[in-house]
């Protein structure tokens, strides 16, 4: 048996899929391809599953899991594709009543998919049990991106009117904090201790909590996404400075030095058990097992 040795990086194919998108659930990876092709990978054992395709035209803008199901989303129409997790396999596409362009989408903690748009201050939410969606008005917030945390409340930014804020889909209660930021919002997570993560197309994080921001790192390039290690610390993921090739990631409150790799990298996740997974859209994955540590 191969030992895998702390702070190495190895490189896992992925017998010719090549993803360009990824959401994980639970130990799972479901990826998709430039086909529109879905397959699961499993983050302990290394096996890949076959799940099928997507409609025939299906336009994927946005690709989130949660619960028992993975959402590809078309940004210009609002149609949402679903895979039911649990069954392993496509259950369709289903056309929505958007008003305007999605700029932002999330899985709630019950698996149903909270949809944010760019020109209208609403939140809809699609359930796909029933294929029905329900609205909620936000009173004038434009959504520029969305995250959920494990207690089912919605975060969003809102870059037009500079702030952050949250829906209670409990309460019906919608509460805002002014936050000036340089850049427009590119990743948003909460992480395990309630804290919000923010980090922007400038490359900044900041951590916003009890109505405070704090920027703890600057990395002078856009934040591409965040991720939850296996603790549920942010973790994030970004290009390395320029004329370097590769992606760079770490903690987001700047704890330890950022790891990089050397090629193109379309997602960051991490398995159970502290495993950090990085999607190489060529075609596989680089692991590195000192992530979450």
Not at 75 to 99: F, K
Not at 187 to 215: F, H, M, N, P, Q
Request: glycine residues 14%.
């Amino acid at each position: 048996m191969h030992v895998l040795t702390p702070g190495s990086v190895y490189n896992i194919p992925l017998n010719g899929v090549e993803p360009q998108f990824v959401a994980a659930n639970g130990s799972r990876l479901w990826l998709l391809d430039r086909s529109n092709y879905v397959s699961s990978f499993d983050m302990n054992t290394g096996d890949l599953f076959d799940i099928g395709p997507l409609r025939k035209g299906a336009k994927v803008s946005y690709w989130v899991a949660g619960g028992s199901y993975v959402y590809g989303v078309d940004a210009t129409s609002g149609e949402v594709n679903v895979v039911n997790t649990v069954r392993g396999r496509v259950e369709g596409g289903y056309a929505t009543n958007v008003l305007s362009p999605v700029s932002a989408v999330a899985v709630g903690t019950d698996g149903k998919l909270w949809i944010g748009l760019r020109d209208a201050s609403y939140l809809f939410v699609f359930d796909p049990k029933t294929q029905l969606m329900n609205s909620i008005d936000l009173k004038g917030a434009r959504i520029s991106a969305l995250t959920i945390d494990g207690g089912g409340r919605i975060y969003y930014a809102d870059d037009a009117r500079g702030t952050v804020g949250t829906f209670d889909p409990r309460t019906s209660r919608v509460n805002e904090v002014p936050f000036a930021r340089m850049g427009t919002t590119t990743a948003l997570l909460v992480d395990s201790t309630s804290t919000l993560w923010v980090g922007t197309s400038t490359g900044e994080i900041y951590a916003v909590r009890g109505g405070g921001a704090k920027l703890t790192i600057s990395l002078q390039r856009p934040v591409s996404a965040f991720a939850p290690d296996q603790g549920g610390r942010a973790w994030y993921l970004a290009p390395l400075p320029s004329g370097l090739a590769g992606y760079a990631y770490g903690p987001a409150d700047n704890s330890q030095a950022p790891r990089s790799v050397s090629g193109p990298v379309q997602s960051l996740n991490f398995s159970p058990i502290g495993r950090a997974f990085l999607a190489d859209p060529r075609g596989g994955f680089y692991m590195s097992i000192e992530g979450g540590r």
